[in-house]
């Protein structure tokens, strides 16, 4: 297992431009496999598929190209995921699918079964929920402990995200699972957008029953995914909901979106389920190593405040994290950070408000900054931000 950061960057074109980017958290850098599979994609999907099998016993089904890149984004996320490409539908966005859940999933819920959710879930079905699991304010994760007492016998669905995008916490969801499933007959829903590209999101990993995903956060194109943990489950559901038009042309670009995830360990080999498991596996290594620099780095700087980091509510905590920071620079706005940051060719996202953050106390500040990493980043990305948040810090 091998992760050669050199040999991963020059996979991103764009990176020559000499910009440092900083903003994995909301605009990743797109592969330039994946940006030409997505161009051909578009000038193919009219055309007929010339790709067919041959030989005396093959079957000569013709296809036109948009099935087959549709087809084939959806063998993708299946191996992304650890199940099957029947298992897996396409949509436009993830907004688009959790309508679509919500109207998939009503059997689920008949007859008073409960849904179990969170105050800062990125993405909400749009049903009534029965009971809040809460964060915890100090580092922001949503303890596994208190769905003991949360889920009951009358429980059908617990929704959950898999981490918070912005102050980076990893929620435990193999334990929230566990629990889950020890105390009821409850599915387990996870958006795993948060750690796409960036941990194994397969559901013998989670331990979920259902996963969604957005492509465009590991750099893949604008398109989301909902995949289910067994074809099995359909019976229980509105199933045919879950069909969707989708640009093939988009659809395109996501095989060689995980192809890239599949790659980025140059030794690893066998299937792309194979694959992307030792990639996933080297490149978190590697992540996790970067993300401990960033806030052992940023900590040295006696104005910043770290959300979920600092601050005696986080003293002592230990908690999974991603490589992503949302801090606070008393004093300072932060949009003049932002300008400051931008002055020196770093690229950083300002952080988005959201129900955890507002609980965190964000409102009572002059704003913050989120910075996060991926598979490009380096310490020298790091140790140039440092320098520069010095003179405000």
Request: charged share 20%; hydrophobic share 45%; glycine share 8%.
């Amino acid at each position: 297992m091998s992760f050669d950061v050199a040999r991963v960057r020059g996979l991103y074109t764009s990176l020559s431009d000499g910009w440092v980017y900083l903003n994995a958290d909301s605009s990743p850098q797109i592969p330039e496999s994946v940006s030409a599979a997505t161009a051909r994609a578009f000038r193919n999907a009219p055309l007929m598929d010339n790709s067919q099998s041959t030989g005396t016993h093959a079957k000569n089904q013709l296809t036109l190209g948009s099935e087959t890149m549709v087809a084939a984004a959806r063998r993708a996320i299946a191996d992304l995921t650890g199940t099957v490409e029947k298992a897996v539908f396409l949509g436009p966005s993830l907004e688009t699918i959790y309508h679509r859940l919500s109207i998939a999933l009503a059997p689920l819920l008949r007859h008073g079964g409960e849904l179990i959710s969170t105050r800062t879930a990125t993405h909400t079905l749009d049903v009534p929920v029965h009971r809040y699991a809460e964060n915890d304010l100090g580092t922001g994760e949503i303890p596994a402990w208190q769905y003991r007492d949360l889920v009951t016998g009358g429980t059908r669905l617990v929704t959950i995200s898999s981490a918070h995008p912005q102050v980076g916490t990893v929620n435990n969801i193999a334990e929230i699972a566990d629990i889950t499933h020890s105390q009821s007959r409850a599915w387990v829903l996870v958006d795993a957008t948060a750690c796409a590209g960036m941990r194994d999101i397969t559901f013998n990993t989670l331990g979920a029953d259902i996963i969604t995903v957005d492509c465009a956060a590991f750099g893949g194109p604008h398109i989301a995914a909902v995949a289910f943990r067994d074809v099995s489950m359909f019976p229980r559901m509105y199933v045919e909901t879950l069909r969707m038009d989708v640009a093939p042309g988009l659809a395109g670009g996501v095989s060689a979106a995980i192809d890239h995830l599949a790659d980025l360990d140059e030794d690893a080999l066998g299937t792309r389920k194979k694959r992307l498991k030792a990639s996933l596996a080297a490149s978190g290594q590697y992540l996790e190593r970067l993300g401990n620099y960033l806030v052992d780095s940023l900590s040295v700087l006696p104005k910043i405040h770290l959300l979920g980091i600092s601050g005696e509510l986080a003293s002592g905590a230990h908690v999974d994290r991603l490589p992503r920071v949302s801090f606070i620079i008393e004093g300072v706005p932060d949009e003049t950070i932002f300008n400051r940051l931008l002055s020196h060719g770093l690229v950083a996202s300002m952080t988005r408000r959201d129900a955890l953050l507002e609980a965190m106390g964000i409102d009572d500040t002059q704003g913050a900054l989120t910075i996060g990493l991926h598979v490009y980043n380096t310490t020298n990305d790091i140790d140039q931000l440092v320098r520069t948040m010095a003179s405000l810090a």
